[in-house]
């Protein structure tokens, strides 16, 4: 299937045709799993003039190729690169942009391997991060110094779901040349297009929504023409690749992804909706919702949402009662991560760690990521939950 031959249809079309060829695939639908380090060539000539489309296993395989020029398509961008985890391919942007003597800005609310990165790994490099408040938009020309090279976005934010004013900010970044990352992993290319918005780099945990199964962990992250051939070299000089199995099990997921964001975007709301009609919860912050810091962004640029919100308790609740809710629940488990089949919920206190803003949202706080089980039963589950949380007040 040649590109020209998928121009003009929509995504939804395209992400069932990109990263195979069945003419090449004996004619079966899906592409086979290369695994491999040596490359063999048919002359010293071929050899010395590195005449192969791979010349090593590092340089990656047809399979870590499919899965590239997928993603590619799907972003809209120049071109993209793997990482074994979404952290790594964060760590892989920012080795990409930075160098010694750099200052990078970060948001308060970004993820917080993130800061932990910035932390140590880059500030031994002698790069400096500070962190902004998300919301600052056009204000964000007040944080630019003259050793400002790159601007970190993640919207909507960690755990606290602030939406940020992308296009404004990259607008602004880019008259004062400094370059954009944004950590897109909640909305995917599917909900918002990091490119269009002016955004150099784009990082998707394949982890969350891509993988869908909790079964892998994996980063992506595209670039504009302007980043491709510079992400391209790091990339090449790092040789930090994801195992075969991974990329066929993400290709795999890149099929369905659509419908299961879809079903992930109706089922959060139904269960957002219930659980913000419910007078053990003070607030529900999700980018849909109006009280939600951004939601005006998140309406003016989004085309959806996931299946992943916070919600805020009333004050009166102790540690102890938010215990004994969670530790007993039947369907949702707590756990790290999200986007797969099964409901998870966290609780979490971003107080812990912020630098410049402050986190006071009038009551403890639960992250809700929602799966595919019946919607009743999670109702009853978090029902059932609460009239434990009631009995500790
Ligand atoms: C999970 C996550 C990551 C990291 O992905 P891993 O594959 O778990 O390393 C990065 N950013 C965001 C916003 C995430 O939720």
Same mark, same amino acid.
């Given at each position: 299937?040649? /590109?020209?031959?998928?121009?003009?249809?929509?995504?939804?079309?395209?992400?069932?045709?990109?990263?195979?060829?069945?003419?090449?695939?004996?004619?079966?639908?899906?592409?086979?799993?290369?695994?491999?380090?040596?490359?063999?060539?048919?002359?010293?000539?071929?050899?010395?003039?590195? #005449?192969?489309?791979?010349?090593?296993?590092?340089?990656?395989?047809?399979?870590?190729?499919?899965?590239?020029?997928?993603?590619?398509?799907?972003?809209?961008?120049?071109?993209?690169?793997?990482?074994?985890?979404?952290?790594?391919?964060?760590?892989?942007?920012?080795?990409?942009?930075?160098?010694?003597?750099?200052?990078?800005?970060?948001?308060?609310?970004?993820?917080?391997?993130?800061?932990?990165?910035?932390?140590?790994?880059?500030? /031994?490099?002698?790069?400096?991060?500070?962190?902004?408040?998300?919301?600052?938009?056009?204000?964000?020309?007040?944080?630019?110094?003259?050793?400002?090279?790159?601007?970190?976005?993640?919207? @909507?934010?960690? !755990?606290?779901?602030?939406?940020?004013?992308?296009?404004?900010?990259?607008?602004?970044?880019?008259?004062?040349?400094?370059?954009?990352?944004?950590?897109?992993?909640?909305?995917?290319?599917?909900?918002?297009?990091?490119?269009?918005? +002016?955004?150099?780099?784009?990082?998707?945990?394949?982890?969350?929504?891509? +993988?869908?199964?909790?079964?892998?962990?994996?980063?992506?992250?595209?670039?504009?023409?302007?980043?491709?051939?510079?992400?391209?070299?790091?990339?090449? %000089?790092?040789?930090? %690749? @994801? +195992?075969?199995?991974?990329?066929?099990?993400?290709?795999?997921?890149?099929?369905?992804?659509?419908? #299961?964001? /879809?079903?992930?975007?109706?089922?959060?709301?139904?269960?957002?909706? *219930?659980?913000?009609?419910?007078?053990?919860?003070?607030?529900?912050?999700?980018?849909?919702?109006?009280?939600?810091?951004?939601?005006?962004? *998140?309406?003016?640029?989004?085309?959806?949402?996931?299946?992943?919100?916070?919600?805020?308790?009333?004050? !009166?609740?102790?540690?102890?009662?938010?215990?004994?809710?969670?530790?007993?629940?039947?369907?949702?488990?707590?756990?790290?991560?999200?986007?797969?089949?099964?409901?998870?919920?966290?609780?979490?206190?971003?107080?812990?760690?912020?630098?410049?803003?402050?986190? !006071?949202?009038? +009551?403890?706080?639960?992250?809700?990521?929602?799966?595919?089980?019946?919607?009743?039963?999670?109702?009853?589950?978090?029902? !059932?939950?609460?009239? #434990?949380?009631?009995?500790?007040?």
């Amino acid at each position: 299937m040649s /590109k020209n031959s998928r121009s003009g249809f929509s995504i939804t079309t395209r992400m069932t045709q990109v990263g195979r060829d069945p003419s090449k695939q004996a004619g079966f639908v899906n592409p086979a799993i290369y695994r491999g380090s040596t490359v063999v060539f048919p002359t010293v000539n071929d050899l010395e003039h590195r #005449r192969m489309e791979f010349t090593y296993g590092t340089d990656g395989t047809p399979t870590i190729a499919n899965l590239e020029n997928a993603w590619s398509e799907l972003a809209g961008a120049a071109g993209t690169v793997l990482s074994p985890s979404g952290i790594g391919a964060i760590a892989l942007a920012l080795l990409t942009t930075l160098k010694s003597g750099d200052h990078l800005l970060m948001p308060d609310s970004v993820y917080r391997p993130t800061r932990l990165l910035c932390a140590g790994m880059l500030a /031994k490099m002698g790069i400096e991060t500070s962190y902004y408040d998300p919301l600052l938009g056009k204000d964000i020309v007040t944080q630019f110094r003259a050793n400002t090279s790159v601007l970190f976005l993640e919207s @909507p934010g960690s !755990q606290s779901f602030e939406v940020q004013d992308v296009p404004t900010m990259t607008a602004l970044a880019k008259e004062h040349g400094i370059t954009t990352i944004i950590d897109n992993t909640w909305a995917t290319p599917l909900f918002f297009r990091a490119h269009e918005h +002016g955004c150099d780099l784009s990082v998707e945990a394949g982890t969350k929504y891509l +993988g869908g199964h909790s079964d892998l962990l994996l980063g992506l992250i595209s670039a504009n023409a302007q980043w491709w051939p510079k992400l391209r070299e790091a990339y090449d %000089l790092m040789s930090m %690749l @994801p +195992g075969a199995e991974d990329c066929f099990l993400a290709l795999r997921g890149l099929r369905t992804m659509h419908l #299961r964001l /879809k079903a992930a975007e109706t089922r959060a709301l139904e269960l957002a909706n *219930w659980l913000k009609s419910r007078p053990e919860v003070l607030k529900v912050l999700h980018p849909a919702f109006p009280e939600c810091p951004g939601h005006e962004f *998140w309406q003016r640029d989004f085309t959806g949402s996931s299946g992943l919100f916070s919600i805020i308790l009333q004050p !009166q609740y102790s540690k102890a009662a938010l215990e004994n809710m969670l530790d007993y629940l039947s369907i949702f488990a707590m756990g790290f991560s999200w986007g797969g089949f099964e409901s998870l919920v966290l609780p979490f206190n971003c107080a812990d760690y912020r630098s410049v803003t402050h986190w !006071q949202p009038g +009551g403890l706080a639960i992250r809700i990521q929602v799966g595919l089980e019946d919607m009743n039963e999670l109702k009853t589950d978090l029902e !059932q939950g609460f009239e #434990r949380l009631k009995k500790f007040v």
